[in-house]
């Protein structure tokens, strides 16, 4: 009998208390850890592996640099019945967010909309976490933020000002999953075309344009061009609205004041997002807006597909059901961030993760 | 001497009388032919030519054929502090658009915020005039609409089941103009594709799919093939966001139950669109919000062009000092289009707005 080399997937929960004793032992409070601990391996069992625990090796150098504060005293600033500005302080992302998210519920609850924003936020996974509880609260969630880095130029410009300035979307259904969309304003993720770069693959045209306005098809000279918003003008203005809604308007940054919160780990950031919920009985019956939801997204899955294609998928489509496996199963951590994890564990003096490696 | 056969430019007062009278001439109330036909020509005055006097035919088409109501009852349908339904008992689309924006408006004076939708209204000419109002007093300004026919499948379909469902924002500045953005969710307007076509000229891949899903260039075998959204599944989606929250939410049309508005004009289209106001000082000082808007717009100007590109130009810039042009100097209205109204004046008796073809 051969010792088996293979890892097992690791429980969701057993996952959750790793990332909120190591929050812990960099002085975060224990119910702030909880929290995020909690918000970041959701993000991974909800599919958004490139927003999850992936990125607890970022938030730890800036905690430990001082570009994040470990222990926030979050405010809202200014307040309506429909509105509010919340100040985070500088804490984890998740935090401000999550009250942003609670907030703007209670808020249209109230008055049928809820509009809050953050500045002094911090990066805080996807934005699909923020929208998904309104979705299942039977309201209609937006949300947005500005990037955490510039890696995006103006539309025909070259100086990096602008994030990929991601907007997301969701409503609920009468189907398994809700409509949920969480979307870059950019055609391609860097993640995706280093991805391509690995495999030894070209990008299409379209994603990325050389510093010579010509189209860059060749992921691995990525750093001599750059990322192409969606439909030209149309995503780059779409991003500016987002900066001026997510950031301007909340007194955070956007432009060139954008710090990078990779390559800097020491400056505060002051990120923007806001998170939006609309109560559908203000508007209607909610049994009635589910049902039309459904039927439509029915008639979209009954369109033959274009030669090429498979059934039409909406934004959202077999999530929950990915999700409930993952839950079930543990999570596949991909070997690098396995080993990661592990070197976190040794650092922090908190006990490891994997049964398997220990 | 010989007679000139130049056309001069029509003044966009008389072009508005002339407007106003056509509609009253068909049994709209005088009140109401007034503000279309100032909010028609504004579209033309602010460069939106394709949504502004040019539709005049299609909106009597469907007066006349009873697809739409000249003497409207609108009607609040429901309400909050902050948000409110409007139905627009299916009257020409502009009045329950420019009602609901400026019930947004006085909603966001009071709360910080206003969300307005509209069931039962009709094509309203292009969603800028909508924002402009917001950005010019001060505050952002949102706005979407159920497009009024469906010419995009959904991503990887073949049915048309989706408009071009337009998105705006709006946001003020320092600058000579506000930030204005009107913007289809497919990469190209069939407008536009019709000109290509006119001029035998190619478009680009990445407007259109034919049937085999292969890309298609020529703009004449426009009918073999379907508009793409813009980002692919990005566009989609935010398509499908779009026409849930103007339509769905609103109990207004989408998907299957869209009417071809100019193909039917005899049934009510049950068109949805929603406005949205938000005021910037419930959320910090207005003039630190323009300031910074207006120094973010510098930094994306000073960017150095890509080959091939002119310098950075933001949405909406240069439209306030071409719209005083249009104004001072009068509306240069396309042959065909002065054709049409001379013929518009014949049919309805309503004295022409033309001098020099009286």
Same mark, same amino acid.
């Given at each position: 009998?051969?010792?088996?080399?293979?890892?097992?997937?690791?429980?969701?929960?057993?996952?959750?208390?790793?990332?909120?004793?190591?929050?812990?032992?960099?002085?975060?409070?224990?119910?702030? @850890?909880?929290?995020?601990?909690?918000?970041? #391996?959701?993000?991974?069992?909800?599919?958004?592996?490139?927003?999850?625990?992936?990125?607890?090796?970022?938030?730890?150098?800036?905690?430990?640099?001082?570009?994040?504060?470990?222990?926030?005293?979050?405010?809202?600033?200014?307040?309506?019945? %429909?509105?509010? &500005?919340?100040?985070?302080?500088?804490?984890? !992302?998740?935090?401000?967010?999550?009250?942003?998210?609670?907030?703007?519920? %209670?808020?249209?609850?109230?008055?049928?909309?809820?509009?809050?924003?953050?500045?002094?936020?911090?990066?805080?996974?996807?934005?699909?976490?923020? #929208?998904?509880?309104?979705?299942?609260?039977?309201?209609?969630?937006?949300?947005? @933020?500005?990037?955490?880095?510039?890696?995006?130029?103006?539309?025909?410009?070259?100086? &990096?000002?602008?994030?990929?300035?991601?907007?997301?979307?969701?409503?609920?259904s009468?189907d398994a999953d809700?409509?949920?969309?969480? *979307?870059?304003?950019?055609?391609?993720?860097?993640?995706?075309?280093?991805?391509? @770069?690995?495999?030894?693959?070209? *990008?299409?045209?379209?994603?990325?344009?050389?510093?010579? !306005?010509?189209?860059?098809?060749?992921?691995?000279?990525?750093?001599?061009?750059?990322?192409?918003?969606?439909?030209?003008?149309?995503?780059?203005? &779409?991003? #500016?609205?987002?900066?001026? &809604?997510?950031?301007?308007?909340?007194?955070?940054?956007?432009?060139?004041?954008?710090?990078?919160?990779?390559?800097? +780990?020491?400056?505060?950031?002051?990120?923007?997002?806001?998170? *939006?919920?609309?109560?559908?009985? %203000?508007?209607?019956?909610?049994?009635?807006? +589910?049902?039309?939801?459904?039927?439509?997204?029915?008639?979209?899955?009954?369109?033959?597909?274009?030669?090429?294609?498979?059934?039409?998928?909406?934004?959202?489509e077999g999530k929950t059901a990915? $999700?409930?496996?993952?839950?079930?199963?543990?999570?596949?951590?991909?070997? !690098?961030?396995?080993?990661?994890?592990?070197?976190?564990?040794?650092?922090?003096?908190?006990?490891?993760?994997?049964?398997? +490696? $220990?």
């Amino acid at each position: 009998m051969s010792v088996s080399t293979e890892v097992s997937p690791i429980p969701a929960d057993v996952l959750t208390r790793f990332v909120a004793d190591v929050f812990r032992s960099q002085g975060v409070r224990t119910e702030d @850890a909880d929290s995020v601990a909690h918000l970041m #391996v959701e993000a991974d069992v909800g599919g958004y592996g490139t927003h999850g625990v992936f990125r607890l090796r970022q938030y730890l150098a800036r905690l430990r640099d001082g570009g994040c504060n470990p222990t926030p005293k979050r405010q809202v600033v200014s307040e309506t019945a %429909a509105t509010a &500005l919340i100040d985070g302080d500088n804490g984890l !992302g998740h935090l401000a967010m999550r009250a942003a998210c609670n907030l703007a519920m %209670a808020k249209a609850s109230d008055v049928g909309i809820g509009w809050v924003g953050i500045r002094r936020g911090n990066h805080a996974g996807p934005l699909a976490l923020y #929208v998904r509880p309104q979705a299942d609260a039977g309201m209609i969630g937006m949300a947005a @933020a500005v990037g955490s880095a510039n890696h995006v130029p103006p539309f025909g410009g070259t100086d &990096l000002l602008l994030g990929t300035n991601p907007i997301a979307f969701s409503a609920p259904s009468n189907d398994a999953d809700p409509f949920l969309l969480d *979307m870059a304003s950019t055609v391609a993720a860097m993640g995706k075309i280093k991805v391509l @770069a690995q495999r030894g693959e070209l *990008m299409p045209e379209g994603w990325m344009v050389g510093k010579d !306005g010509a189209p860059l098809t060749d992921p691995t000279r990525r750093g001599d061009g750059f990322l192409l918003p969606i439909g030209g003008t149309k995503g780059f203005g &779409l991003s #500016v609205a987002i900066g001026l &809604l997510a950031g301007v308007l909340n007194g955070a940054a956007f432009g060139a004041d954008v710090v990078d919160f990779t390559s800097d +780990t020491e400056s505060e950031t002051n990120t923007g997002q806001f998170v *939006m919920a609309l109560d559908i009985s %203000a508007f209607g019956d909610k049994a009635a807006f +589910t049902r039309t939801v459904s039927r439509v997204f029915d008639e979209f899955r009954a369109s033959p597909p274009l030669p090429g294609h498979d059934t039409v998928r909406l934004p959202g489509e077999g999530k929950t059901a990915a $999700a409930a496996a993952r839950r079930a199963r543990g999570l596949d951590l991909n070997p !690098g961030l396995r080993k990661e994890l592990d070197k976190i564990a040794q650092e922090t003096g908190v006990p490891g993760p994997f049964v398997d +490696t $220990a």
